[in-house]
């Protein structure tokens, strides 16, 4: 199926055109400049940005693609989690397209879209796949059965998300927004075992599969204070290193945990943070020796875009799932549970 995906939960307004697995077009226009003063995402900005970017966007990635709306065989949005004003962009604008040119019109989760993602890099998802979600809001393990309507959630951040602390962590050290790219690029210079970060949530009576970055990211601020304190230089590439060791570590011994536990030989690494280079090549190496297969998309497909909901909404279209009716709400809070999303009468 030829399907046309829109995403505005958050900063990037992304409007991505898939036929089944294929790729054809991924347009992005991020706000994330806007916001980067402010040292955060505002909703507000991120909301008017949407507005003014959401036809244009649309319109190259049609031109990308190569193809016109009259051949799409539906169209898909991420209906939530995220900004409820962000959201209501994108789903404002889908019902619009999909009424005027009478196409069916397919809900669907965010979190759930950054891992059917993955089908355009390198095929069918195995059923079930093991999920590592590690984004600015979100930090999860999930085993996905069928990502179309079966998501089970085993375990998640208990306070910040895996992205939130690179974020924390780089505006401690006067890097900027966003922290995950600049702190991944430091790291590369610096020695991850220079300082030794704590690991939460790893001691023998802790939940297996939840993770917590909080006491990491104050452990680094108290770190950075007391050099500061003395008068010392702070070495932001050892410092960087260190920290980002400490977070793969933890990301990567749970899911590999959880692989083994439930029997599962596919392990999926989504959202921004999978982009990480670190995360990536620690996740390759403890795969590989515990006989799993691991699968991440190209860095550019990890980060929010319009492809990964047009890869869901294939999926839903090729799977015969039922289209949205027209009062789809924008739901900010949509539970991972809830992959897709039919419409008023099930949200
Ligand atoms: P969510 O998907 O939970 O709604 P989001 O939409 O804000 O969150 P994504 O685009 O999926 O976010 O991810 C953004 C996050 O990924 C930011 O916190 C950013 O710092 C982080 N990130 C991006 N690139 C990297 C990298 N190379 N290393 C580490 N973190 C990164
Ligand atoms: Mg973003
Ligand atoms: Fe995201």
């Known amino acids: 199926p030829l399907v046309l995906g829109i995403e505005t939960s958050c900063d990037e307004t992304g409007v991505g055109v898939v036929r089944g697995h294929t790729l054809l077009a991924d347009a992005v226009a991020s706000s994330v400049d806007e916001h980067a003063r402010f040292g955060g995402v505002v909703p507000e900005v991120a909301s008017r940005a949407h507005l003014e970017a959401m036809v244009p966007t649309i319109q190259r990635a049609l031109k990308d693609a190569g193809v016109t709306a009259r051949?799409?065989?539906?169209?898909?949005?991420?209906?939530?989690?995220?900004?409820?004003?962000?959201?209501?962009?994108?789903?404002?604008?889908?019902?619009?397209y999909a009424y005027a040119l009478g196409k069916p019109l397919y809900g669907?989760?965010?979190?759930?879209?950054?891992?059917?993602?993955?089908?355009?890099?390198?095929?069918?998802?195995?059923?079930?796949?093991?999920?590592?979600?590690?984004?600015?809001?979100h930090s999860s393990l999930l085993?996905?059965?069928?990502?179309?309507?079966?998501?089970?959630?085993?375990?998640?951040?208990?306070?910040?998300?895996?992205?939130?602390?690179?974020?924390?962590?780089?505006?401690?050290?006067?890097?900027?927004?966003?922290?995950?790219?600049?702190?991944?690029?430091?790291?590369r210079e610096g020695d991850p075992d220079a300082i030794r970060f704590p690991r939460g949530l790893t001691g023998p009576r802790d939940p297996l599969y939840d993770f917590s970055f909080s006491g990491?990211?104050?452990?680094?601020?108290?770190?950075?204070?007391?050099?500061?304190?003395?008068?010392?230089?702070?070495?932001?590439?050892?410092?960087?290193a260190s920290f980002q060791e400490a977070v793969t570590d933890v990301l990567t011994r749970k899911a590999v945990r959880a692989c083994k536990d439930h029997g599962v030989e596919h392990l999926m690494l989504g959202g921004g943070v999978a982009a990480n280079s670190r995360l990536r090549a620690m996740a390759e190496e403890r795969c590989a020796a515990a006989g799993i297969e691991l699968r991440v998309p190209r860095p550019?497909?990890?980060?929010?875009?319009?492809?990964?909901?047009?890869?869901?909404?294939?999926?839903?279209?090729?799977?015969?799932?039922?289209?949205?009716?027209?009062?789809?709400?924008?739901?900010?809070?949509?539970?991972?549970?809830?992959?897709?999303?039919?419409?008023?009468?099930?949200?």
């Open 71 to 96: 051949d799409l065989d539906g169209i898909a949005v991420t209906a939530g989690p995220g900004l409820a004003g962000a959201l209501l962009v994108g789903v404002s604008a889908a019902k619009a």
């Open 108 to 137: 669907v989760n965010h979190l759930a879209s950054h891992i059917c993602v993955d089908q355009l890099e390198h095929g069918a998802l195995p059923e079930p796949t093991m999920a590592l979600l590690v984004s600015g809001g």
């Open 143 to 187: 085993l996905a059965p069928d990502i179309t309507a079966d998501v089970r959630p085993l375990g998640s951040t208990i306070d910040d998300a895996a992205g939130e602390a690179f974020d924390k962590v780089a505006r401690v050290l006067g890097l900027g927004f966003p922290g995950g790219p600049v702190i991944d690029r430091y790291a």
């Open 216 to 240: 990491l990211k104050t452990a680094v601020a108290r770190w950075i204070e007391a050099r500061r304190a003395a008068g010392e230089t702070v070495p932001v590439a050892d410092v960087a």
């Open 300 to 347: 550019k497909l990890c980060t929010d875009n319009g492809a990964m909901v047009a890869a869901l909404g294939a999926e839903m279209v090729a799977r015969g799932r039922a289209a949205s009716d027209w009062e789809l709400p924008a739901d900010s809070s949509l539970p991972v549970t809830e992959p897709h999303v039919p419409g008023q009468h099930h949200a």
